[in-house]
């Protein structure tokens, strides 16, 4: 199950950056919904949480590795808001973004921590 989280992590992790770093203007035009973009960010970094903190579960000694996904999720939604003000790909960085980011990985973080907090290891 671990391999399978990896890959899932690992996976998402990549979808992240692409979506982030590349053109994406044309991409869900159709729907109108208000803000769909900072829900977008909300739930990429919720997942990003949840897959990863997941992944480190099954074969971790270390007890603080939850937290250390957080602020990697915090520092990594920063650094893609950085990158896309610095790069010319046509998008442009916003700092709501980065409070989308940082909401949705909390939230991860607080979902994942209190789901496994009922499980036994397998």
């Not at 977008?40 to 480190?56: D, E, G, S």
């Not at 007890?63 to 950085?82: D, P, S, W």
């Not at 989308?100 to 209190?114: H, K, P, R, S, W």
């Amino acid at each position: 199950m671990r391999k399978t989280y990896l890959f899932l992590a690992l996976i998402w992790t990549l979808i992240i950056t692409y979506l982030s770093l590349s053109d994406v203007s044309g991409l869900g035009s159709f729907i109108k919904i208000p803000h769909k973009d900072k829900m977008a960010h909300f739930v990429f970094y919720f997942l990003f949480c949840f897959l990863w903190i997941r992944c480190l579960w099954y074969n971790t000694v270390s007890t603080n590795y939850k937290i250390k996904v957080l602020i990697t999720a915090i520092l990594y939604g920063i650094l893609m808001e950085i990158l896309q003000a610095v790069m010319h790909n046509h998008r442009s960085s916003d700092i709501y973004d980065v409070v989308a980011n940082t909401i949705g990985a909390f939230l991860g973080y607080v979902y994942t921590a209190y789901f496994l907090s009922n499980k036994k290891h397998i």
